[in-house]
């Protein structure tokens, strides 16, 4: 029995396709990259854009010929699953199961035996690492409480779920024996983490706190995405005190202006998130940022606009992910009065890109020279005996080195040279 597996969205979704793989593995179903292989297709879908589900769609329809020729079972799950169980089973009535995100453990049963569960609530599983992988997501919650007006997930994954304690520990353990160097605290808001431990409440810088002297291999500890509404004076505390704690943080900015931030329910406005990002920058020695930042909100003003421009400047992001307003049936922003035309949001979006990697540059060109510690991500394909790295800024690497390495060795790198977003220079033995 061989299955195939196409993984669509967040990061989220990809740990969860890893713990999946686990499973089917240890149900003796093994893996392939091959549709004509394959008995079984799985796509773990995702619902936060409409071209990702369009896409998704257009996937169906070629597994829909792989059927008929080879008898493929096709099972779809994930967000989309979540999002529209009734249309899939109407429109692509070939597809075998619809199975939402918290039963994506019965995939593999469903494969055996043609059963399905159902469970009304999330479970975590026990471990999420790809054997023999240097760096590992670890989920620590599920859904969101949040429900930002434009965003669906918190309709497709429900309400917040936080992983035990105890559960965290253990994976935590288990990473660290294998040498895993990275790991990604994942949660669609990871800061409003909430459980308990030895009887008493655990917050997420405490959780931080707890199992941090747990490790050993791993250096860099990330997490994504925190909320910048619970982004705690005793969060920043722990991530300038931890050493294994990435001095690099992912915070969504979202926009620059406070009416639009509220007209998104972000919870926070333009000030209070300036001066969370002047404390920690005064607080964190060395720290960086990316975020995400979202332009053609419905009813945004070209001032509000320059207002997002300032604060990304003010931010002064190594990265950034940066999208126009896409609505999304089912959300209250798709609904909201003063729509932008498309050719404004490309507009907006590609002032703020064009920005956006000039900053980018500047920022990493007065960095140089530099030395800095990597993890060893493996050989360039396009420089012939160059290392690649990454560092816990997340920059990317290319260096010589006068012994042999291999993946998930940690270096020391001298930096003296950027060409375009890779620093380039060379071991310091
Ligand atoms: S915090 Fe907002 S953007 Fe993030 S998952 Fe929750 S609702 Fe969506």
């Known amino acids: 029995m061989r299955y195939l597996i196409e993984t669509y969205g967040c990061q989220l979704n990809k740990a969860e396709s890893d713990a999946l793989e686990i499973l089917l593995r240890g149900r003796g179903i093994e893996k392939t990259e091959d549709p004509r292989q394959a008995d079984a297709v799985i796509l773990n879908t995702c619902s936060v854009r409409k071209t990702a589900e369009n896409r998704i769609w257009g996937r169906l329809g070629f597994y829909s010929a792989e059927k008929r020729k080879h008898g493929t079972m096709i099972i779809v799950t994930g967000c989309m699953a979540e999002r529209l169980k009734e249309d899939l089973k109407k429109e692509a009535p070939y597809v075998d199961a619809v199975i939402g995100t918290n039963d994506k453990a019965s995939i593999p049963d469903f494969i055996l035996s043609g059963k399905t569960g159902a469970s009304d609530h999330y479970s975590f599983q026990s471990s999420y690492y790809q054997e023999g992988a240097y760096s590992s997501y670890v989920p620590i919650m599920n859904g969101c409480n949040n429900f930002c007006s434009y965003c669906i997930v918190p309709y497709v994954r429900g309400r917040e779920v936080s992983r035990p304690v105890e559960d965290v520990i253990r994976e935590i353990r288990y990473l660290d024996d294998r040498c895993v160097r990275e790991i990604t605290l994942l949660g669609q808001n990871v800061n409003s983490y909430a459980s308990e431990y030895e009887g008493k409440p655990v917050d997420f810088p405490t959780l931080l706190e707890i199992i941090v002297p747990y490790m050993h291999n791993i250096e860099f500890v990330r ?33 620059g202006s406070t009416r639009i931030l509220s007209l998104m329910n972000r919870k926070n406005t333009r000030e209070s998130f300036i001066a969370l990002i002047d404390k920690m920058r005064e607080r964190i020695p060395g720290l960086t940022f990316s975020t995400d930042v979202m332009v053609g909100f419905p009813s945004e003003t070209e001032e509000e606009y ?43 979006l590609e002032r703020l890109i064009d920005e956006q990697l000039m900053r980018q540059k500047r920022i990493k060109e007065g960095m140089l020279p530099f030395k800095s510690r990597v993890i060893v991500t493996g050989l360039s394909r396009d420089d012939e005996g160059m290392y690649l790295g990454r560092s816990e800024h997340n920059d990317y690497f290319a260096f010589t080195s006068a012994s042999e390495l291999s993946e998930g060795m940690m270096a020391d790198v001298y930096a003296d040279e950027l060409s375009g977003n890779t620093f380039r220079g060379h071991r310091v033995e």
């Open 223 to 255: 997490f994504e995405s925190p909320h910048p509404k619970d982004f705690s004076d005793h969060l920043i505390d722990v991530i300038a005190s931890e050493r294994r704690v990435s001095k690099h943080i992912h915070l969504p900015m979202q926009s």
């Open 306 to 348: 320059e207002e997002t421009l300032s604060m990304m400047e003010k931010m002064g992001c190594t990265e950034a992910f940066m999208y126009y307003f896409n609505p999304r049936e089912g959300t209250r922003a798709a609904g909201m009065d003063g729509q932008i035309a498309d050719d404004v949001k490309i507009r907006r």
